[in-house]
């Protein structure tokens, strides 16, 4: 196995830092429940002040696709990915005061997009943030909400998961969630870079 052909995909798309005090904590919209009791573990830790737990479903099912994992510990209903990892928040300490969800947004672009918006609306100031997101999902995350946060320094924690960067490669599903992290890299933002271009 060529292990420094491998490590070339793993550098790319595994991000991860060690957690420190941010102003913010972001989700970007999931139906996993680990993503919110690892930010809800973060809050507790006095990390951050304020949680955005954001997403509406996904663009491509049209609907709340159901919790993923633990499913009997989070029996819903629930309307969207926001309302769900809200509760998930809230139900591992996080103060429902301290939670701001952002309900709209259906895909990882609209997660940043909407939460810049909200962040405004509450005339947040964000130069440190804490991404909360799944392990493989970390650079287009990252990608995504340092576009719309150009001036904050971002700290990428992600939750615990089954696809790692030590394992990715050794299962079909691992390799098909990596290998397709890559493929949106480049595919989704071709108008973005476009439009940095044009200005």
């Known amino acids: 196995m060529n292990q420094r052909f491998l490590d070339m995909y793993t550098d790319y798309i595994f991000v991860e830092h060690p957690p420190a005090k941010a102003d913010i904590l972001f989700i970007p919209g999931s139906n996993v429940a680990a993503l919110g009791e690892h930010a809800a573990d973060l809050w507790r830790k006095g990390y951050s002040p ?31 990915e926001a309302e769900f990892l809200t509760d998930v928040l809230v139900k591992n300490g996080v103060d429902p005061e301290a939670v701001w969800p952002e309900p709209e947004a259906t895909y990882t672009y609209e997660n940043a997009i909407y939460s810049r918006r909200l962040t405004d609306a509450r005339n947040l100031t964000v130069r440190k943030a804490i991404l909360c997101c799944r392990p493989y999902h970390a650079r287009r995350a990252l990608l995504y909400y340092q576009l719309l946060y150009p001036e904050c320094e971002f700290l990428v924690c992600p939750c615990k998961s089954d696809v790692t960067a030590a394992n990715w490669y050794i299962t079909k599903e691992g390799m098909e969630l ?13 108008k973005i870079m476009e439009e940095i271009l044009n200005n």
Do not use: N
């Open 178 to 190: 990596v290998l397709g992290e890559m493929e949106r890299c480049g595919k989704q933002f071709h």
């Open 50 to 80: 304020v949680v955005v737990p954001s997403g509406r479903y996904s663009i491509l099912t049209g609907h709340f696709a159901g919790v993923q994992d633990e499913p009997k510990r989070y029996p819903g209903p629930y309307g969207t």
